[in-house]
Nanobody
Framework: QVQLAESGGGLVQAGGSLRLSCAAS????????MGWFRQSPGKEREFIAR????????YYADSVKGRFTISRDNAKDTVYLQMNSLKPEDTAVYYC???????????????????WGQGTQVTVSS
């Protein structure tokens, strides 16, 4: 049974930092590309970042480029999202997701991801 478990969310002031973790189990982690998405009330799930299975390539949404960094440790079956210079508009539930698909142009599409975590709340106060 595949499980993805996010942690590290919380309440932070604008300008602060948080580091999210997502631990995978029941899956050959190094075979999967990993993504981070977020969702705010009343909004669609939004792509944030993705890292390829070997960590060699990353993708970011324009809204977080230069502030967020995705990384992974295949020895620990864990993917991370370092979030710096946080803004109130970053407030959302953050989800990690896994896919073994490699379809050019679809890296940011949530429908191409097979497995999802339960999410962790990030709240940024102004």
């Amino acid at each position: 049974q595949v499980q993805l478990a996010e942690s590290g969310g919380g309440l932070v002031q604008a300008g602060g930092s948080l580091r999210l973790s997502c631990a995978a189990s029941g899956v050959t982690f190094s075979s999967y590309n990993m993504g981070w998405f977020r969702q705010s009330p009343g909004k669609e799930r939004e792509f944030i970042a993705r890292i390829d299975r070997n960590g060699g390539r990353t993708y970011y949404a324009d809204s977080v480029k230069g502030r967020f960094t995705i990384s992974r440790d295949n020895a620990k079956d864990t993917v991370y999202l370092q979030m710096n210079s946080l803004k109130p508009e970053d407030t959302a539930v953050y989800y990690c997701a896994a896919t073994n698909l490699d379809v050019a142009g679809w890296e940011r599409s949530p429908e191409t991801y097979d497995y999802w975590g339960q999410g962790t709340q990030v709240t940024v106060s102004s």
